[in-house]
């Protein structure tokens, strides 16, 4: 039985890692009147310290073992890197809190067993915040494709191309075996949307990654062949090597909700360049936690629905694709325009979903098992290009409307 939180009162939030991905969930957080920031925990004091400038009233704490502890703290965002997602975790629910954890949950399948098993004997949710499927036109997407409108689903295609591998990196995240490379960080997104819209049951996985840089270790590009229970099937393929941007496909619109500048052929690998090597990139990396130059928490609403990459989905009678205002919708006899109201984010809808489960009961979509069917297709994908054959899934859950 899951510990419920009582209705009425405020949900108290707490991040362990500010970096790029905990400082994201700030915002929202603050946004909705059902939360309240109540503490942080990071390793890095400088950056507590400017947390703690924003948020006087919120507790600050050195590590995830101390914010277990803390009698003030009701659930907790796990966003350190993918391989301290375990440990941290595990302590977290162990001191009886609830978990959202960032994508992917992990890097072994054991290891998400071992976070989900003890989810259900403490009796605390256990959810993990894969922002892009939240993003409303992928919601949209969704409701098109149960609605019928358009009959069977046939096929659905995410390609994105940008400069992900030549970004200000981490070392970790060029180390496949930490979690690293496009194919968990980022392929854990493109497989969860498409899961999302699909209903969830991949049987089977046929995919070829690319490490073409010696210098960034990690896996760059990939083409993913997802095959679905009921006969869909899908791809995903993703470039991060920083020649072709699929937001010149888009309108120049990237997975924010942002103008994207296309106006300088190859920032990102001039800019790392200029760095001056590993050390003046973990320099730049840092200017993108809490706070710090380049982090964007206030960057204020998005002028155009978030593009992760292009999503196209195929259905016996029409494909629907994403336009900046929202859906373009391919019928039998027409074309329309679905337009979404913008303002809403997919870090918001976390919340939502995440308040449901802990004051109404609700089971989650996003919810530590699926969170492990993610990472089976990624787990999945990367054995498929190392043995060159087909790999067959025994983990998929269904989506839990």
Same mark, same amino acid.
């Given at each position: ?32 009147p059902?939360?309240?920031m ?22 600050? !704490? ?22 301290f997602?375990?440990?941290?975790? $595990? ?39 894969q =922002? ?22 046939k ?128 320099? $730049?990396k ?20 978030? !593009?992760?990459?292009?999503t ?7 494909d629907?694709?994403q ?43 996003? =919810?530590?098992?699926?969170?492990k069917?993610?990472l ?8 498929? =290009? ?6 067959? $899934? ?7 409307d």
């Amino acid at each position: 039985m899951t510990q419920r939180i009582q209705d009425g009162s405020p949900i108290r939030f707490g991040i362990v890692g500010l970096g790029t991905a905990g400082s994201a969930l700030i915002q929202p957080v603050v946004n909705n009147p059902n939360f309240i920031m109540a503490a942080a925990a990071d390793s890095d004091e400088e950056t507590l310290g400017r947390f703690k400038a924003d948020f006087p009233d919120a507790e600050v !704490f050195g590590s995830a073992d101390a914010i277990a502890a803390s009698p003030s703290v009701d659930v907790v965002f796990v966003a350190t890197p993918t391989h301290f997602h375990t440990d941290h975790v $595990l302590a977290l629910i162990e001191g009886g809190k609830h978990v959202v954890t960032e994508k992917p949950i992990a890097t072994r399948l054991e290891d998400a067993d071992r976070m989900i098993e003890a989810a259900e004997r403490r009796g605390v949710v256990l959810m993990v915040g894969q =922002s892009f499927s939240y993003e409303a036109p992928i919601q949209e997407m969704r409701r098109i494709v149960k609605s019928g409108e358009l009959g069977p689903l046939k096929m659905i295609h995410n390609w994105y191309f940008n400069d992900w591998i030549y970004r200000p990196r981490n070392d970790e995240e060029l180390d496949t075996s930490l979690g690293g490379g496009v194919t968990f960080r980022q392929g854990s997104h493109q497989f969860d949307l498409i899961r999302l819209i699909s209903g969830g049951m991949v049987r089977s996985v046929r995919a070829m990654t690319g490490r073409w840089d010696p210098a960034r270790p990690a896996e760059g590009a990939h083409t993913v062949f997802l095959d679905f229970e009921d006969g869909v099937v899908a791809t995903a393929v993703y470039n991060g090597y920083d020649r072709f941007h699929s937001a010149e496909l888009v309108g120049g619109v990237g997975e924010s909700g942002a103008n994207v500048d296309l106006s300088t052929y190859a920032s990102a690998r001039i800019a790392l360049r200029g760095a001056g090597g590993r050390e003046g990139e973990r320099v $730049l990396k840092k200017q993108f936690r809490y706070g710090g130059a380049r982090n964007r928490r206030n960057s204020g609403p998005a002028p155009n629905m978030p !593009f992760y990459g292009l999503t196209v989905v195929s259905c016996e009678l029409g494909d629907i694709r994403q336009s900046p205002d929202g859906l373009l919708v391919y019928g039998p006899d027409d074309k329309r325009e679905v337009a979404i109201p913008k303002g809403f984010t997919g870090r918001d809808r976390i919340l939502v979903e995440l308040r449901a489960a802990l004051v109404d009961g609700i089971p989650l979509v996003h =919810s530590g098992r699926w969170g492990k069917a993610n990472l089976e297709v990624c787990l999945a994908a990367l054995e498929s =290009s190392r043995e060159r054959k087909e790999i067959h $899934l025994s983990h998929q859950v269904p989506v839990h409307d």
